[in-house]
């Protein structure tokens, strides 16, 4: 990602300038010092391009005479009113996507008289999120296909450093998650997940370890019964951040669904599309994501992530449609579809995890169900809370980050539809009303007075097309959304 710097004044420099301009006919601070030193040619070239000063629009010069740039950028703000945190990271996320592969290195914003400090570490951020791409298998990519820009410099706010810390570190979750979610199965399973996590241990984070071994003891029937037909063992991983410097606060738990790679097992998945199935640990690569940004700005909050990780495959040994599992709290499901196999896994990681940090409040992840997509497409991921404050907290963070939540419906007559005839529970409902039988199938491994809430990621934790903030491909989807909603909630 992008290497960012504060300057007090504008480096006489060859490399590209961007100034910021919203909507009006004149332009005004750095943006009206850049056009008279060009003769009026950055307003010509607005004209010219019908700029209206929308958020994230560009005017662009390149080599533009009476200036040291490279190229002249001008940026539109939108309008003043609408200028809030994530309308600066568009901002700024638009910035990399025009210079990232120009062949440019450098680029410094003069954003002096225009955006204050917050919203300069904002666009730095934004910037240093659209940034990220994921190249390490690609050979044969061209020069004019590699990302070239490098560095940053935000001019005229220097007081954005402090706050830009901590979203540095944020960053860095959020890439963690998006290099997990990208990774190709053959490289990324149970095992080399968590291995790939250890380096946490250097942030403080304290890692726990299960083996299959172990989790057969526990009674893991469930999560256990996921994995049979893989050659790869499955594994349990709890990450542990207690940045309250305090033994009696009880934690906020986050559960993440790790299937590293879903052929549906003997439920067999249609061939067309499975290769995307590398992306069904999602909710596992958020978690772990968001337990790198809290541990990585010392969040004064403590805070546990717990990922189940199996891969399902259809061997010999693998489990059968009708096969009944017993899960680790005792209660028998009757396996109706092995294409179901997250919520086997998430129930058993659930349990443990009420069982030997005895939280509040727990909020599981996972790429759980392709209902929620024909119901909410890519735009949210879904909710399903037993609490009305816990959900009205969730939605308040993916508002405040741009990862939005919509709520679904949970209750008794939803809950009948996972009855079984031969055990106490079918691990799939009837086809309608998927996602929210799933949710169900997830409250009946909750304990007593537990406030939970079940975010259904299927459809946003990639994307076939660039947004504002992300590239094509791995989103980093609930890092944010999880950092936020711990710092608006359970820190001092």
């Known amino acids: 990602m992008l290497a960012v710097s504060f300057l007090p004044a504008v480096a006489d420099a060859a490399h590209p300038l961007v100034v910021l301009a919203g909507p009006g006919d004149t332009l005004a601070g750095p943006a009206a010092a850049a056009d008279a030193a060009t003769g009026g040619a950055l307003t010509r070239a607005a004209k010219a391009a019908r700029f209206e000063g929308d958020a994230g629009t560009i005017v662009e010069i390149l080599a533009p005479a009476g200036l040291a740039c490279s190229r002249l950028l001008l940026v539109g703000t939108g309008k003043p009113e609408k200028l809030d945190a994530l309308a600066a990271e568009r901002i700024g996320g ?38 990220w791409q994921f190249n390490p298998y690609r050979t044969r990519l061209k020069d004019k296909q590699k990302p070239s820009l490098a560095r940053l410099a935000i001019v005229g706010a220097e007081d954005a450093a402090a706050p830009f810390a901590r979203l540095a570190a944020i960053a860095g979750g959020v890439a963690r998650t998006r290099t997990l979610v990208s990774e190709p199965p053959n490289i990324l399973y149970p095992e080399s997940f968590v291995a790939k996590a250890l380096d946490l241990a250097g942030l403080g984070i304290e890692l ?140 058993d990681a659930m349990w443990w995890a009420q069982e030997t940090f005895d939280p509040e409040i727990v909020v599981d992840l996972a790429t759980l169900t392709g209902a929620i997509i024909i119901s909410l497409g890519h735009e949210h991921a879904g909710m399903f809370c037993n609490d009305d404050g816990l959900a009205e907290q969730l939605r308040a963070a993916g508002a405040a980050v741009g990862e939005k939540l919509w709520r679904m419906p949970i209750g008794d007559a939803y809950d009948k539809l996972i009855d079984s005839d031969v055990a106490d529970m079918k691990n799939v409902g009837p086809r309608e009303g998927g996602s929210i039988s799933a949710a169900q199938f997830l409250a009946r491994f909750l304990k007593p007075g537990v406030k939970w809430a079940h975010l259904d990621v299927a459809g946003t934790v990639w994307s076939n097309k660039p947004g504002a903030v992300h590239d094509k491909g791995a989103t980093g989807y609930g890092v944010r959304l999880l950092d936020r909603f711990v710092a608006d909630n359970f820190e001092g």
Do not use: Y
Request: proline share 3%.
């Open 208 to 347: 726990i370890v299960l083996d299959d071994a172990e989790m057969k003891q526990l009674g893991m029937g469930a999560l256990l019964g996921v994995a049979q037909g893989s050659v790869r063992p499955a594994r349990m991983l709890a990450m542990r951040w207690n940045g309250t410097g305090r033994d009696d606060v009880k934690p906020v738990v986050f559960v993440g669904k790790g299937v590293t790679f879903d052929t549906g097992g003997i439920s067999l998945k249609p061939a067309a599309g499975m290769e995307d199935m590398k992306w069904d640990m999602g909710g596992a690569g958020a978690v772990t994501g968001a337990m790198h940004a809290l541990a990585a700005r010392k969040a004064n909050a403590h805070v546990i992530g717990v990922v189940g990780l199996v891969e399902n495959m259809p061997d010999g040994n693998a489990q059968r449609p009708g096969d009944v599992v017993t899960t680790m709290n005792g209660q028998t499901v009757e396996v109706i579809n092995t294409d179901a196999e997250g919520r086997l896994v998430l129930c």
């Open 94 to 131: 638009a910035i990399t996507a025009r210079l990232l592969t120009s062949g440019e290195t450098d680029v410094q914003v003069d954003v002096g008289g225009v955006l204050g400090g917050e919203l300069a570490a904002h666009l730095a951020h934004g910037a240093q999120l659209r940034s």
